[in-house]
C-alpha cells in the first residue's frame, strides 16, 4: 500500500511538471464528480442563465426541478458510497451482507459525496486542497499550463474589425471569467485557484470566432513559448526535471515490481500472549503460550507441520498439523515449555524462540520472545 502510494505521489509530480494541472482538471474525483452534478444540473434547470430565471421564480415547475435535480444527486452519491465499500468487501455477496456498519460507511461516504460536488464543489480545490498549494513547485517555464497570450490579447478592447485600431484580440467580453469554476481572471496570469479545466479555453475560442479572430488566444502553452514564440520552445519533454521525477519513478516501480514478483506466498506470525506472561509448572518448568497466524495466499488448500527449531530444550504443545484453505489465515494456539534446567541456565529470564511451519514444498520460520521470569 505505502509503495502505491508513493507510485502515485512521484507519477503525479512527473505528470505535474510535464503538463501542469491535468490532474485537477480531468482526473480528479472532485473535478469528476463535481462535472457529473453540473450536469444533472443543467439537465434539469438549464444553463447558468436559466437556473437564474428559474431562482427567480415561485412556482411548480422551480420546485420539481430542484427536487429533480437534488433526487439525482442523491441515487449518485449513494451509488458512489456504495461503489467505494465494494472495494473493502466482497462485492457478490454484499447486498445479501450489509450490516450497520457497512450501511454507516455508504451513508458517510454518500454524505460527503453530496455535500463535496453538490455545495462545496470549486471551494474544495481552493480551500481545502494541498495540492494547489505547492503545485508551483514541480513547474517550471517549459510545463504546459493554461495560459492568456497577452502579446496577442493586450491592449484590450472592442474589435470592429478595424486592424489600424490599435487594440489587442482581446475584446474584454469576459466570458472566460464567467465560465470559470474558481472565478478567476486567467488574463492576470497562472494563479493557485486555477484547476486547468479549460472551459475559458472553450469559452475565448468561441467568441474568437465569432468575431472571426484565430482561436487560441487563450490556449495550453509554456511560459517560454509564450515569452519567445519559437516552434522549438512550444513543448519540451527532455528537461532535467523530467529525468529527475522519471528516475525516481523507474527506481519505486522496479522495487515494486521486484518485491510483487517475490512475494513469498506463505506468511507465519507468533504473538506472545501478554497476560500471563508466563506460567511456572508444577516440575519447575515454564510455559509460554503464543498465537500462531498462518496466512496461505495459495490457491489450494495447504497442511503445515509447526515445531519449535531453537532453543532445542523447546517442547511444543499444540497444534502440530495446521490445515490452511486457500486464501485464508488460520489462527491456532499453542503453549511452549522450557524445562527446568534451561530456565535456571537462563539468567536473563528472557530469549527467543523460533518456530518452523514447514510442508513437502515449502517452508517459513518466524522468532518471537519467550519469558521465564
Ligand atoms: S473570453 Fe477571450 S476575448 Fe473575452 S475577455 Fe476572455 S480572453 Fe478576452
Ligand atoms: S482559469 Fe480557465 S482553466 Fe483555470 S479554472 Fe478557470 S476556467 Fe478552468
Same mark, same amino acid.
Given at each position: 500500500?505505502?509503495?502505491?502510494?508513493?507510485?502515485?505521489?512521484?507519477?503525479?509530480?512527473?505528470?505535474? @511538471?510535464?503538463?501542469?494541472?491535468?490532474?485537477? #482538471?480531468?482526473? $480528479?474525483?472532485?473535478?469528476? !464528480?463535481?462535472?457529473?452534478?453540473?450536469?444533472?444540473?443543467?439537465?434539469?434547470?438549464?444553463? /447558468?442563465?436559466?437556473?437564474?430565471?428559474?431562482?427567480?421564480?415561485?412556482?411548480?415547475?422551480?420546485? !420539481? /426541478?430542484?427536487?429533480?435535480?437534488?433526487?439525482?444527486?442523491?441515487?449518485? @452519491?449513494?451509488?458512489? %458510497?456504495?461503489? =467505494?465499500?465494494?472495494? =473493502?468487501?466482497?462485492?457478490?455477496?454484499?447486498?445479501? +451482507?450489509?450490516?450497520?456498519?457497512?450501511?454507516? !460507511?455508504?451513508?458517510?461516504?454518500?454524505?460527503?459525496?453530496?455535500?463535496?460536488?453538490?455545495?462545496?464543489?470549486?471551494?474544495?480545490?481552493?480551500?481545502?486542497?494541498?495540492?494547489?498549494?505547492?503545485?508551483?513547485?514541480?513547474?517550471?517555464? +517549459?510545463?504546459?499550463?493554461?495560459?492568456?497570450?497577452?502579446?496577442?490579447?493586450?491592449? /484590450? #478592447?472592442? !474589435?470592429?474589425?478595424? @486592424?489600424?485600431?490599435?487594440?489587442? &484580440?482581446?475584446?474584454?467580453?469576459?466570458?472566460?471569467?464567467?465560465? $470559470?469554476?474558481?472565478?478567476?481572471?486567467?488574463?492576470? %496570469?497562472?494563479?493557485?485557484?486555477?484547476?486547468? $479545466?479549460?472551459?475559458?479555453?472553450?469559452?475565448?475560442?468561441?467568441?474568437?470566432?465569432?468575431?472571426?479572430?484565430?482561436?487560441?488566444?487563450?490556449?495550453?502553452?509554456?511560459?517560454? &513559448?509564450?515569452?519567445?514564440?519559437?516552434?522549438?520552445?512550444?513543448?519540451?519533454?527532455?528537461?532535467?526535471?523530467?529525468? =529527475?521525477? %522519471?528516475?525516481?519513478?523507474?527506481?519505486?516501480?522496479?522495487?515494486?515490481?521486484?518485491?510483487?514478483?517475490?512475494?513469498?506466498?506463505?506468511?507465519?506470525?507468533?504473538?506472545?500472549?501478554?497476560?500471563?506472561?508466563?506460567?511456572?509448572?508444577?516440575?519447575?518448568?515454564?510455559?509460554? %503460550?503464543?498465537?500462531?497466524?498462518?496466512?496461505?495466499?495459495?490457491?489450494?488448500?495447504?497442511?503445515?507441520?509447526?515445531?519449535?527449531?531453537?532453543?532445542?530444550?523447546?517442547?511444543?504443545?499444540?497444534?502440530?498439523?495446521?490445515?490452511?484453505?486457500?486464501?485464508?489465515?488460520?489462527?491456532?494456539?499453542?503453549?511452549?515449555?522450557?524445562?527446568?534446567?534451561?530456565?535456571?541456565?537462563?539468567?536473563?529470564?528472557?530469549?527467543?524462540?523460533?518456530?518452523?511451519?514447514?510442508?513437502?514444498?515449502?517452508?517459513?520460520?518466524?522468532?518471537?520472545?519467550?519469558?521465564?521470569?
Amino acid at each position: 500500500m505505502a509503495g502505491i502510494l508513493v507510485v502515485a505521489a512521484v507519477t503525479l509530480f512527473f505528470v505535474t @511538471s510535464l503538463f501542469g494541472r491535468i490532474w485537477c #482538471g480531468y482526473a $480528479c474525483f472532485q473535478t469528476v !464528480w463535481t462535472d457529473l452534478f453540473i450536469a444533472c444540473e443543467k439537465i434539469f434547470q438549464g444553463d /447558468r442563465n436559466q437556473r437564474i430565471l428559474l431562482d427567480r421564480k415561485n412556482s411548480f415547475e422551480k420546485y !420539481w /426541478r430542484k427536487a429533480a435535480t437534488h433526487i439525482s444527486w442523491i441515487i449518485i @452519491s449513494l451509488i458512489t %458510497g456504495y461503489g =467505494f465499500v465494494m472495494y =473493502f468487501n466482497d462485492a457478490i455477496t454484499l447486498p445479501q +451482507n450489509i450490516n450497520f456498519g457497512v450501511l454507516g !460507511w455508504i451513508i458517510g461516504i454518500a454524505a460527503a459525496t453530496y455535500v463535496m460536488a453538490g455545495f462545496a464543489r470549486e471551494h474544495v480545490c481552493t480551500y481545502m486542497c494541498p495540492y494547489s498549494r505547492f503545485q508551483s513547485a514541480m513547474f517550471d517555464n +517549459n510545463t504546459l499550463i493554461i495560459s492568456y497570450d497577452q502579446k496577442r490579447g493586450e491592449p /484590450r #478592447g472592442k !474589435w470592429d474589425g478595424d @486592424s489600424s485600431k490599435k487594440v489587442g &484580440h482581446c475584446i474584454d467580453c469576459k466570458q472566460c471569467v464567467v465560465v $470559470c469554476p474558481t472565478g478567476i481572471d486567467i488574463r492576470n %496570469g497562472l494563479q493557485m485557484e486555477c484547476i486547468a $479545466c479549460g472551459l475559458c479555453i472553450d469559452a475565448c475560442d468561441n467568441v474568437m470566432k465569432k468575431i472571426g479572430l484565430p482561436t487560441g488566444l487563450i490556449r495550453y502553452d509554456t511560459m517560454a &513559448h509564450l515569452l519567445d514564440p519559437k516552434p522549438e520552445k512550444k513543448f519540451k519533454i527532455l528537461k532535467p526535471r523530467t529525468f =529527475f521525477y %522519471g528516475a525516481i519513478l523507474t527506481a519505486v516501480c522496479a522495487i515494486m515490481l521486484k518485491s510483487l514478483i517475490f512475494k513469498s506466498k506463505l506468511e507465519i506470525s507468533a504473538i506472545p500472549d501478554r497476560n500471563p506472561l508466563y506460567v511456572k509448572l508444577s516440575d519447575g518448568s515454564i510455559r509460554n %503460550g503464543y498465537t500462531v497466524r498462518v496466512i496461505n495466499k495459495t490457491h489450494q488448500k495447504k497442511v503445515f507441520e509447526l515445531s519449535v527449531i531453537s532453543p532445542q530444550e523447546a517442547i511444543l504443545k499444540g497444534s502440530e498439523l495446521i490445515e490452511v484453505q486457500a486464501n485464508e489465515v488460520k489462527t491456532v494456539k499453542v503453549f511452549v515449555i522450557f524445562p527446568q534446567n534451561f530456565v535456571e541456565k537462563n539468567e536473563e529470564g528472557r530469549g527467543l524462540v523460533e518456530f518452523l511451519i514447514k510442508n513437502e514444498a515449502e517452508s517459513k520460520k518466524v522468532e518471537a520472545v519467550f519469558i521465564s521470569k
